[in-house]
């Protein structure tokens, strides 16, 4: 084939493909994800990437329509879903009488949204959500539990110090409802949300272009200032005396979910209460969580959720409130490389390189074998090279172990094994390797 | 909203979607294949499931492109990719000098293919793939470390007696030059890849009715009639004193696979030499692999491969040889999953369930905590009903160890340690139950 014909070998802008030492990387975040899922008993679920265009899209908005990928296949509208939240309702309501509940579910997976492809955005991404979904009712208890989850997955993902933000949107709506400002309640709430990042100055400016008298912006900042522990916090919310219902309720299920949170023994040190966090305008309908890294504020947060009234409305009579969150692994994983945050010491998941240095490879095939059983992955390096190549190899790879079978060792049934870390290097007799390699590997995996 | 504008929730047909005790098994079964694949120091790779149509369909037939989900998306035509190796060769070509050769990637994925929905035949489905990619050039010690690995892999899913039957293409079409039938050896080789599935009655009319003649169907049944261990096998290939120098090289081939065979130590049981097998016509160009389930051979072959002179060439002047395999695991879960054979033993991955009977929950969630550091799956299960119900939704979920808090357990510092299982039941102080119940799920394991 002449090289005039050749297609050029690219991916499309905004999709994020891996070197090996990156993907091994973002694979251990995905297991520490997966493994802090299920240690509290949630199921993973894996639904097709392909659905109905009508029912992906039963609640979506125009942004959310515009963005979707649509096709036509064999006469159906199909489209790719833009997130895990939609198929999760949609399973819900199709397996509701399969399912037991609560229905305690994760899902890690790619979803498509085909947004400006831009720096740190993707048009492919995995989102990892975990959600727990109620028949007819779900106590508070479970808006704890999200929170505990989200504290157990950062905190071994070790990622620095963070702070799960907690608020319940009723208290925001509630106040701005008592403020007497109803009418333009979800703009302001926007820009509430917003507050973080705009700073003090912008959000005062912004507020009296709402037509916010002085008495109401003097209220609400009051408010947004109250900054302490949760019990002071829930505290100053009491003192504020507000009478509107929808503030009070949203007051008592806070307090019953940071009593929850306690009996968890999260550290305070970990989550707080944040009465600007609103997370968006239609969706969530009591609590909500947003979470930074405390060391890198700069990417936002990282992980939010919230609790839901009725997940699955357009597509069943049930009633089904839910609560959950979602961390956007590729970004994160995208801005952590960005800030070489990213832990890319191998390219292979080889633990141990065979090298064998003669003609006669049985004997190094037997060693492998035997390393392979006792689930030590290990690699024999055939090529034809000098030793000197043959170790650049492991170097590159980031292999520690390396183990040299020449003509002496096979004359002595040892081999030599060499420390690529330390430079160090012995002898060991062929028959004590596996279980010294092993104890050796154990050892530093504690 | 009211019944009638309620969308439909399902999925499209030939799309595969599991309930939880499913989807557990399912995952299960990608966890062994994942774990197999790195104990050979395979590295993962995670390419885009969307890529440009001109860059998949490179070299593609009519018929792959009739399957392929095609769309525009901002003026690019793209596709869903509808293999993994397809992305492979991209991949390579486009990664070429960041990567080490010989390159060892496995990539388990969903693919894409929008054939006729049929039982057992799916639209997306998941393959697991294994590969080793060389620089110009590839010893064929990795055609048997290939088998190797599939050995392994069947050998942990624990799907009962296999056999990887192996050949070489060049043996096949050499043997069929010699007889002088070249013109029409493609059809031959197609007829004879299905000599299996048809039997030899058909298979002789077919043959006839491809215009062989007697004596060279005779000398083809004979040929093919060679089932015998691999050293005797490759003994009677030999004694057919075939001077063909394709046959001759896949011979040599043949041979020296099977010496590095021996060396992996894999046992003869779990392989042999089938001098039927070709696996389709253009792709491979040496070694061909196909795995069969000796229990059940109605499920065809379930993971099969071969080798590839030139992986890349539509992308790159690079010569890249290449040999792996494939499992296509959605397809094979559904048949085992039909046959009964699934383990579908939780519904989920929760291995202890706490049961708090009084309002003081605070104990109980110390509990959790402690099980979830010591990486236990714990589920605390706080819905209002009575002790049998509670129980019930253990024995539904599936969950063997259930505690029972009520308040006499609260009074003396104990719990109520029942074993779903087997029915017993005992009390444990607080302070002992963490250490007790890890040492007795550890017990477990083993």
Not at 2 to 7: D, I
Not at 93 to 103: A, D, I, K, T, W
Not at 194 to 220: H, M, P, S, T, W
Not at 415 to 424: F, S
Request: net charge positive; with cysteine; charged share 25%.
């Amino acid at each position: 084939m002449s090289k005039n014909s050749l297609v050029v070998p690219s991916i499309l802008p905004g999709f994020m493909e891996l070197l090996p030492n990156e993907q091994l990387a973002f694979n251990a975040m995905i297991k520490t994800i997966q493994q802090s899922y299920e240690l509290f008993g949630f199921v993973p679920l894996d639904t097709p990437i392909i659905e109905r265009a009508e029912v992906l899209l039963a609640k979506a908005g125009t942004e959310t329509s515009k963005q979707t990928y649509l096709f036509k296949k064999g006469g159906d509208d199909q489209a790719l879903r833009f997130d895990l939240t939609v198929p999760l309702a949609r399973y819900v309501s199709q397996h509701f009488h399969e399912l037991v509940f609560p229905f305690r579910r994760y899902q890690i997976g790619k979803v498509y949204r085909g947004e400006k492809p831009q720096k740190g955005r993707f048009r492919e991404f995995y989102q990892c959500d975990v959600d727990i979904i109620g028949k007819g009712e779900l106590g508070l208890v479970n808006d704890a539990e999200i929170l505990a989850v989200a504290y157990f997955t950062f905190t071994r993902l070790g990622l620095g110090r963070f702070i799960i933000k907690i608020n319940n949107r009723k208290i925001l709506s509630g106040f701005i409802d008592d403020l007497g400002f109803q009418d333009r309640s979800k703009e302001l709430m926007v820009l509430i949300d917003k507050i973080d990042k705009i700073g003090e100055g912008a959000f005062l400016e912004e507020a009296q272009r709402l037509d916010l008298n002085k008495k109401q912006v003097d209220a609400l900042i009051h408010f947004l200032k109250i900054n302490a522990n949760s019990s002071d916090t829930l505290d100053k919310l009491r003192k504020l005396k507000i009478e509107n219902g929808v503030f009070l309720k949203g007051l008592n299920e806070l307090e019953e979910v940071v009593k929850y949170i306690k009996y968890l023994n999260i550290p305070e040190s970990n989550w707080k209460i944040d009465l600007s966090i609103a997370r968006g305008l239609d969706y969530y309908t009591g609590t909500v969580y947003e979470t930074i890294l405390t060391e890198y504020p700069q990417l936002g947060a990282v992980c939010s959720g919230g609790r839901y009234d009725n997940l699955a409305k357009y597509y069943t009579d049930q009633k089904l409130p839910g609560v959950g969150i979602s961390l956007g692994l590729t970004r994160l994983f995208y801005q952590l490389n960005e800030l070489n945050l990213v832990n890319k010491i191998a390219s292979t998941p080889t633990k141990v390189l065979l090298l064998p240095l003669t003609e006669s490879l049985s004997e190094t095939f037997d060693i492998a074998t035997k390393l392979r059983l006792e689930s030590i992955p290990t690699e024999v390096y055939v090529v034809q090279k000098n030793l000197g190549e043959k170790l650049k190899y492991a170097s590159k790879m980031g292999i520690e172990y390396v183990v040299i079978i020449g003509e002496k060792e096979l004359k002595e049934s040892s081999v030599l094994l060499k420390n690529m870390r330390t430079g160090n290097q012995k002898k060991i007799m062929q028959k004590d390797f596996v279980k010294l390699i092993k104890s050796e590997l154990e050892n530093k995996d504690q």
